[in-house]
């Protein structure tokens, strides 16, 4: 069913590690009528380390760990923080979490936050939880922005390919004929900012500038992109660390600039192989599209133009964190989040739990 246009906040913290993006936006899940406030809400140096500790532990993690509690209601805070700055009034709000774990063979898919606080919070209704019904069904549970993106370019001509480069990268492919194909590309700035974080202490690498004063090692780039994965059709996804041995092995011993380089070429030259049809043009949205040196390798390599989202009238930082509020909304009238070419799903499926506030002493209403 489809119901009326409501306001909603969305919010996602993704796989770079860098923060919180809160968003406004109008809409009915269908159409975005408007589009608001954004903001983002980097992260204490001392919660994205717990963070990254998270991701490095997650596998063999159990639920309700002292840790886990603390380093969950610090992040929800800062979540609270971010929709507060908002301030334009919400109906709803769609909260994706901090993506710990992310495993769809072994049917996992594992989100943080405080759902039922951030409700109590702000006394509206949370949609959470986003992924795990589509991984359930035998989905890969990403990416989940290709219905939003679909929506944001009804009006352009197509076919049409959207890139979303963060700690992972993403692509949406429009067809000509209302056709959606994704899949996570490969890695996106995740593993340049940790090679740049362990040798410089500072959170990526701005501008591209290490990069750019590298030389691309084209025998370990070789080495990178011969991994399986690679090789599998869209849709596929992965994990923010899937890469992270092979990386490793394959970089170890270069010096930074030359291993950011490498690392950067393999973002850009996973992109440019994406199993999916040739667009017309190419919109980049995300971290990634703020390095000068994945821009310039994607112009390059792409024979149509390459520019960020910003071109087409839309908010690239904010992208993410809109797409949590139209999928809220969807959520809540039931309406698909994933389709079997966005996700590899069987069947086009809706997804997100609800958790309505109630008052103090009575708990939450999770449903």
Not at 133 to 147: F, S
Not at 264 to 273: D, E, G, L, M, P
């Amino acid at each position: 069913m489809t119901g009326k246009f409501l306001r909603a906040i969305g919010m996602m913290s993704g796989t770079s590690l860098d923060g919180v993006d809160a968003a406004w936006l109008e809409t009915d899940g269908v159409t975005v009528a408007r589009t608001g406030m954004s903001v983002t809400l980097r992260y204490q140096d001392s919660l994205r380390a717990d963070l990254r500790h998270l991701l490095e532990i997650a596998p063999g993690l159990q639920p309700g760990g002292n840790f886990l509690r603390d380093v969950e209601h610090r992040l929800t805070l800062d979540h609270c923080i971010a929709a507060a700055m908002i301030g334009q009034g919400a109906d709803i709000i769609g909260m994706h979490g901090q993506t710990i774990l992310h495993d769809p063979a072994q049917h996992r898919t594992w989100q943080i936050g405080d759902a039922a606080m951030l409700a109590k919070k702000f006394n509206l209704p949370v949609v959470h939880d986003f992924r795990s019904a589509d991984v359930a069904a035998g989905g890969q549970g990403a990416p989940l922005a290709p219905l939003y993106h679909a929506a944001l370019a009804q009006s352009l001509p197509k076919p049409l390919a959207i890139v979303n480069i963060g700690g992972v990268a993403n692509i949406t492919f429009l067809g000509a004929d209302g056709s959606i194909l994704s899949c996570d590309t490969g890695p996106g700035n995740g593993p340049i900012d940790d090679l740049v974080f362990r040798h410089t202490g500072q959170p990526y690498d701005k501008d591209g500038i290490l990069a750019a004063a590298g030389t691309i090692r084209h025998d370990r780039l070789s080495a990178l992109l011969a991994h399986p994965y690679f090789a599998l059709p869209a849709p596929k996804s992965l994990d923010r660390l899937t890469f992270s041995k092979l990386i490793a092995a394959a970089t170890g011993d270069l010096d930074p600039a030359d291993a950011a380089a490498t690392l950067t070429a393999f973002t850009v030259a996973a992109i440019v192989a994406a199993p999916v049809p040739r667009p017309l043009r190419v919109l980049i949205c995300g971290g990634g599209r703020h390095n000068n040196a994945i821009m310039a390798g994607l112009r390059q390599a792409f024979p149509v133009p390459v520019e960020p989202v910003e071109t087409a009238g839309w908010d690239g930082d904010a992208l993410e964190a809109q797409c949590f509020g139209f999928l809220a909304v969807r959520s809540l009238y039931g309406l698909p989040l994933s389709l079997p070419t966005t996700t590899g799903v069987p069947r086009p499926i809706t997804g997100g739990k609800l958790v309505r506030a109630v008052p103090d002493g009575l708990g939450s209403d999770s449903r």
